[in-house]
């Protein structure tokens, strides 16, 4: 019973921000992710930055991002990122990471254009940029888990299943 409750919750969530939570366990691909806590469960569609050149550029210059899509930031090793909102036309929430895929600080909302350096403090390996207000609408906490092949699967909080 619990289970089709939590499916119904999820159908119904999915109707009203627009895009389908994820009720399955999905296999990890490259180009997906997928977060979970005590609030649910959602997937996302994500361009991944890994080189310096793709983290630099990130999401600026698009007028538009479709909900249930983000960019992952991947770095070869967890430090203290800092990101600005130049050339980013769109307000995003930006999520950072642990090495183990642990939502360790949520910065809500960014603002197109603000120089306004933004740290999530020291440790961070990836970080999940989504639609501004995202995260709130869903309900996304720290301590939310990520799901990617990107992660290390030997630390992983939420490791990709063997198929």
């Not at 806590?37 to 999401?59: M, P, S």
Request: hydrophobic share 40%.
């Amino acid at each position: 019973m619990q289970v089709f409750k939590y499916a119904a919750f999820c159908s119904i969530l999915s109707v009203l921000i627009g895009f389908p939570i994820t009720t399955a366990h999905a296999a990890c691909r490259d180009d997906r992710v997928d977060l979970r806590g005590a609030w649910g469960q959602a997937g996302f569609t994500v361009e991944v930055a890994q080189t310096h050149r793709e983290r630099a550029k990130g999401l600026m210059g698009r007028t538009e991002m479709p909900l249930g899509q983000g960019m992952l930031f991947v770095y070869p090793f967890a430090h203290e990122p800092a990101f600005w909102m130049k050339n980013t036309l769109i307000p995003l929430d930006m999520l950072f990471l642990t090495t183990d895929g642990r939502v360790s600080f949520i910065h809500k909302s960014a603002q197109p254009g603000d120089l306004t350096p933004v740290s999530g403090g020291k440790g961070v390996r990836y970080v999940l940029e989504l639609n501004g207000g995202l995260a709130e609408k869903i309900g996304i906490t720290v301590g939310s888990e990520l799901k990617s092949p990107f992660i290390k699967q030997r630390v992983a909080l939420w490791p990709c299943e063997e198929n």
